[in-house]
């Protein structure tokens, strides 16, 4: 009977989940730097792995390559060519005959000089160059850095004339302005003159070449006569505007903007022929940046001299007061204008006045006898005709009459003529503002 053996299967193990306690979660934090370092390890040694099995194979590659050149033909063609009899025999000649070396030498140098001279001079621009820059044009001369440009290079001749040589890059969209005519053509590295020549150009004798270098691409203009404009900057210094206030107490003023200097660019054009500016022409210029300082001054006074009048009066628009603008270009604030007959009087002598005043002080030209219930005694005032024609000029309200009353004023004059000279007008009292 045929025995058949059986083999246990071996049991599932079953994975638990790990309970979630303190005491795990410690643990789980104490092992993490130590599962972050040993994932780091094997990134580092898979990438090491990486690197020396790619550098082994580029390795590989190459001497396999290395070995195909060998056995080429092309290899063995010239190994076959340095270790052929005759170039074998020639050399031992060479280093054993020194009449050999010497007809080796001087065939050599004969063959280079041969060479040399059949081959074509670079051609050169026969006519005046002025390069066009950011900085302005200038005419090409011993002095001029030699430049490179993604459409001109410009390099110096090897020769004992040290020509300048202007190289056109290949591939370049080159612009050409010459006897009216507009020409485009594009580059194909060569030398400018060789460019010219395609595009049909020839230079008479007065005409230059004009290459300007200020935009992306190459633009040439070739004329007789070239006209630039170049600039001047001038500097200028601030203007000082005053500005009367008549509220301002005369001798003080005050600085309402600062001046700042500024300048003024002159456009001029000149005009170049033969590589020489014969001309210059004054185009214009711009405008002026600089701002002009303001100050403004007073001139408001408490008197004025006794010939000074009004030359123009501005009342206030709430209608109580104004300013008072005298001819000497003072000017006076006042709070009330009134309309009041005037007399005259004078002291001493028959029928004169006292020469005291009411209230103790001396009189003289400007003491007015006032009636006090009006006019407060110690008011500064301001008199002249209603209609302007005469003056009284400065007066202080220091004395009074038994006939002053209501809007009279009596005036004091030096003279019983000048009394009767004034006689008895209407006149406009100003009350002056007094000093604070």
């Not at 203009?221 to 630039?228: A, F």
Request: glycine share 10%; hydrophobic share 40%.
């Amino acid at each position: 009977m045929e025995r058949i053996e059986t083999v246990a299967r071996r049991p599932i193990p079953v994975r638990r989940r790990p309970k979630l306690d303190p005491v795990s979660v410690c643990q789980a934090i104490h092992d993490a730097p130590d599962g972050l370092v040993r994932l780091v390890r094997r990134g580092v040694r898979a990438v090491g792995y990486w690197l020396a099995w790619t550098w082994d194979a580029v390795v590989t590659d190459q001497k396999q390559m290395y070995q195909d050149f060998l056995r080429s033909r092309f290899a063995r063609s010239w190994h076959a060519f340095f270790h052929a009899p005759a170039l074998a025999g020639f050399t031992a000649a060479l280093r054993n005959n020194w009449l050999v070396r010497f007809t080796g030498m001087v065939a050599l140098t004969a063959a280079i000089f041969v060479g040399v001279s059949l081959t074509p001079a670079a051609p050169t621009l026969d006519a005046i160059c002025i390069l066009v820059e950011q900085d302005g044009p200038q005419v090409v001369s011993q002095d001029t850095e030699e430049l490179d440009r993604n459409y001109l290079s410009l390099r110096r001749s090897l020769g004992g004339d040290k020509a300048m040589q202007y190289i056109l890059q290949p591939g370049y969209t080159v612009t050409v302005d010459h006897a009216g005519q507009v020409i485009t053509a594009v580059s194909a590295g060569e030398r400018l003159p060789v460019f010219l020549e395609r595009c049909g150009i020839s230079l008479g004798d007065d005409e230059m070449v004009e290459l300007n270098l200020t935009g992306d691409q190459l633009s040439i203009r070739i004329s007789g006569t070239l006209t630039y404009q170049h600039f001047v900057t001038v500097e200028t210094d601030y203007e000082i505007k005053r500005t009367p206030d008549p509220l301002m107490d005369k001798g003080t003023e005050e600085i309402v903007r600062k001046g700042v200097s500024g300048q003024i660019v002159e456009t001029y054009e000149d005009t170049v022929v033969r590589g020489e500016v014969v001309s210059t022409r004054y185009v214009g210029a711009s405008h002026d940046t600089s701002h002009a300082e303001l100050v403004r001054y007073g001139t408001r006074v408490y008197e004025v001299e006794r010939d000074d009048t009004i030359e123009r009066v501005v009342p206030n628009s709430s209608g109580e007061g104004g300013i008072l603008y005298f001819k000497s270009g003072d000017t006076m604030t006042y709070s009330k204008a009134l309309t009041c007959s005037s007399t005259a009087y004078y002291s001493g002598g028959e029928k004169g006045a006292a020469w005291t005043t009411a209230v103790g002080a001396k009189v003289g030209i400007g003491t007015i006898a006032v009636d006090p219930k009006v006019i407060p005694y110690y008011t500064k005032m301001f008199i002249q005709t209603t209609n302007g024609s005469r003056v009284y000029g400065m007066g202080t309200a220091l004395d009074c009459g038994g006939a002053i009353k209501g809007n009279i004023v009596d005036l004091w004059f030096p003279t019983y003529g000048d009394c009767r000279s004034w006689g008895r007008r209407n006149v406009t009292v100003y009350i002056l503002d007094k000093k604070a």
